[in-house]
Each structure stands twice: as C-alpha cells, then as structure tokens.
C-alpha cells in the first residue's frame, strides 16, 4: 500500500531552529511537495523536490533521498507565524498526489 | 486574480439532504481536484478532472458525483448526504501535461456538516 509518515505534532522555540521529517512508501515517486496549512484555511505550496539535495527558500529548507524515501522540512528562524500544519505530499506514478496527515507545529514565545 | 473560489463556505444539512459544492478557477488550469479533510488524516481526494469534460474517481468517490462541463468549474454533488461525510472539502487545481508534477492551488475550502 501508499504509506506517508510525519509526526503528529511538534512544539519549538520562536527564533530556534526545526526540522519536519516525512517518510513514504509510495507505487512510483514523481516527486515530494511541502505545504504550509493555517488552522482554518486552505494548503498553500512550500517547495517542491524531484532530485536527491537540499533546496533552499529564504528560512525554509528541503531535502530529499529518493534511496531512503525520506525528506525533511527544515525552518529556520522560526517566528510565531510559522505555527501550522505542514503537509508532505508525494506525486505517485500516475503523478496523483498522496498525503500525509501533516504535522502540527506550536511556536512558543 | 482570484485563483481558485468555492461555494459555500459553510453548511449545514439533515441526513439524506442533497447539495452541490461549487468551484471555480481563473488560472486556465487544466485538472482539478476535490479533496475532503478530516482531523487526523491526509487530504484524500474523491474525484478529480484531468481536461474539460472527463473526470476520474479518486481514493474515496462514494457518495460524490461531479461534473465538468466547463474548464474553469468542477462540481462535486452530494446525491443523499449521510453524517459520515461531514468534513472539510477543499477543490483544488493544477497546470498538469499529464506527464509532469505541478502544484496544486487550493480554495478556502467548505465545511460541511451533516446531522
């Protein structure tokens, strides 16, 4: 079957550092995708990774292995707007998009 | 530029109430999406749209029909609503060849509740 893992939920300090780990196991891998979701809104696209590395975005950083089906979100400088839901995504075979559950992020002060 | 709108925003209906979710999108996107969101789970989408006028069911169609008779629309139609489908619906579209990954644009989602 299609299995995408993330952690429920996590908690870290404004200004600190936090990585987001995503594992998968997928028919097919088109790619991995990171959204940021506001309680009570709508998914919005965060980055995108086909190639093994690091892609990097202002404070936002994601890798990817293809090897171990693993990625990683990784904010930087967390402010109290990064408190979210973040959802991993992978684009199957048939290039339809599985998701994770998503994890919660609670910034403190 | 509104990117991708639905309506309504929120519902309330009694089990075996019908009801057309609305959505509509101003990028000439090709496919689109409706999704349904549920606390502790992933998206999981019902049906999709690859081009005007075909449709295709995705992990969870029963109970939805939809229709896309138009690029711009999708619709996704509750014949008899039943409690189990109270949920979070988000419609969503995408620049898609087919043989690319793009991303997905989402609307403010509906919540609906059924009682």
Redesign the interface.
């Known amino acids: 079957g299609q299995n ?1 893992d993330q952690p ?1 939920e996590m908690t870290a300090t404004e200004g600190a550092i936090v990585q987001i780990n995503c594992t998968y196991q997928t028919s097919g891998f ?2 991995l ?1 990171w959204y940021q979701q506001h309680a009570g ?5 965060l980055s ?1 990774n ?1 190639l093994d590395g690091l892609e990097e975005k202002g404070r936002f950083s994601s890798f990817l292995s293809r090897s171990k089906g693993y990625s990683y979100l990784l904010l930087k400088e967390l402010q109290m707007k990064d408190s979210a839901s973040y ?1 991993c ?1 992978v ?1 199957d075979s048939n ?8 994890t919660k992020l609670i910034i403190k002060p | 530029n509104a990117g991708v709108t639905q309506t309504p925003k929120f519902q309330v209906l009694k089990t075996g109430q019908s009801m057309t979710l609305q959505c509509a999108q101003d990028m000439n996107h090709n496919s689109m999406y409706w999704y349904r969101q549920d606390p502790g789970m992933g998206l999981r989408l019902i049906y999709y749209s690859a081009s005007e006028g075909t449709t295709d069911k995705g992990e969870v169609p029963d109970g939805y029909n939809v229709s896309r008779l138009k690029k711009q629309n999708f619709l996704l139609g509750l014949e008899s609503a039943a409690p189990s489908q109270t949920s979070v619906y988000f419609c969503a579209s995408s620049y898609s060849t087919g043989t690319g990954s793009y991303e997905q644009y989402f609307g403010p989602g509906t919540r609906l509740t059924v009682t």
């Open positions: 995408i429920t088109n790619g995708f809104e709508a998914p919005t696209f995108y086909v959802l995504a684009s290039y339809q998009l599985i998701w994770g559950a998503g």
